[in-house]
């Protein structure tokens, strides 16, 4: 290995107890490929096998907590305790290959597609659709609703822990229902769950809350628990960096092992509600980084990409698209061939890449999505 690269392969110990062999991690990718059912397919099991013995973490595709959370077709589900066997799948292809395998845990909200959720009704922190033309109202939860949901984030940590996990990803982002009960957009609600930016928080807080009860009570073994954020929201009113900032430090105050932060690109700048211009990586990491592990990601395809992304200060770094593009990133890298490093989708490689054909298609007909496709 080039020496520079030794910083990626240092061990990590999260203060759950957890340890990790390097710094890179599988960023969670939705794969389209479980069964209708919720259960995953052999397919999608063998291509988390295929990215699992370099990364020291793999972070899975979402799983809906409750049936009205589903928000993917294929979506692998995690909401009846007959899915355990099927969780446990995922969960022994990764830790087989050398990974710690963590489960993101997910609501959907007023994203789900209507026809996914029971009696097409989709719900969500108010009555207030997502932004673009012809996206459905949603129903407002009640408050004994949001309690059950709290719940369901609950039972399906059971279940991760049960599965063999070594640990869960509350899903906080992308517009998701944790989310939706954040911003401004979609929580127009005057009750405890809803007005002030403090009460704006409580429902991602008490989710945070019950997962960590869980773990304390069923985990045998050290649990990691992480949290996914995206800063800000691109629309009026929505998100702003600022606010971004007032969720990071409660959610630093919760002894948590680590925040991801989601973003499309690593070193993008705030849009608003920040008074400097560094990326807002470094504003995160400046704001939190003591307290808390953070985990940068987006668009880091070279080695030395990654190096510089590291070189900011963030502990971890995920990868998501690189690695279906270049399943061996990190033996490449481990082994002095990071020049071998593949940055561009080759559409004849389905077979030797091991990816699922939903999860293909996906990719091969989102032009701009993956470098090298038109
Ligand atoms: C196919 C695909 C599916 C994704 N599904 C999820 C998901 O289930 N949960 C999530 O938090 N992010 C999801 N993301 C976002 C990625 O985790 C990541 O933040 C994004 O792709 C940028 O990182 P990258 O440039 O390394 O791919 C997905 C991205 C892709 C490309």
Request: aromatic share 8%; with cysteine.
């Amino acid at each position: 290995m080039n020496s520079k690269y030794a910083p990626l392969f240092e061990s990590f110990t999260f203060p759950s107890g957890v340890e990790v062999k390097n710094r890179v991690v599988m960023a969670p990718m939705t794969n389209f490929s479980s069964n209708a059912d919720g259960t995953v397919t052999d397919a999608e099991v063998k291509y988390y096998a295929r990215r699992s013995d370099g990364v020291g973490m793999v972070v899975t595709a979402c799983t809906y907590v409750t049936a009205n959370g589903k928000g993917f077709q294929g979506e692998f589900g995690g909401d009846r305790d007959e899915l355990i066997p099927s969780l446990k799948q995922v969960a022994t292809a990764i830790k087989e290959k050398g990974a710690k395998a963590v489960l993101q845990i997910f609501h959907g909200g007023r994203q789900c597609p209507p026809e996914l959720v029971p009696n097409g009704e989709i719900v969500s922190a108010s009555a207030v659709p997502a932004e673009g033309n012809g996206k459905p109202v949603p129903r407002e939860l009640t408050d004994q609703e949001i309690e059950s949901i709290i719940h369901d984030f609950g039972e399906t940590t059971r279940r991760a822990i049960e599965a063999g996990y070594d640990g869960v990803e509350i899903h906080g982002a992308n517009g998701y229902l944790l989310q939706q009960f954040f911003s401004p957009h979609s929580n127009r609600r005057e009750d405890r769950w809803g007005g002030s930016i403090e009460k704006r928080l409580t429902f991602p807080l008490a989710v945070v809350d019950e997962v960590k009860k869980v773990a304390a009570e069923h985990a045998k073994a050290p649990f990691i628990i992480g949290y996914r954020f995206s800063p800000e929201e691109p629309e009026t009113p929505g998100i702003t960096m600022a606010e971004t900032l007032v969720l990071i430090d409660a959610l630093a105050d919760k002894n948590l092992d680590y925040l991801h932060v989601s973003l499309q690109e690593f070193w993008s700048k705030p849009r608003r509600g920040a008074e400097d211009s560094r990326a807002r990586i470094e504003i995160i990491q400046e704001r939190v980084g003591d307290k808390v592990s953070v985990i940068g990601v987006g668009a880091l395809y070279t080695a030395d990409d990654v190096l510089k992304a590291f070189q900011s200060g963030v502990p971890f770094i995920a990868m998501g698209r690189e690695l279906i593009i270049d399943p061996d990133w990190v033996q490449k890298v481990k082994e002095g061939r990071e020049a071998e490093i593949v940055t561009k989708i080759d559409k004849s490689k389905q077979q030797d890449l091991v990816v699922p054909d939903p999860l293909w298609q996906a990719i091969i007909h989102s032009p701009g999505w993956f470098p090298g496709i038109e």
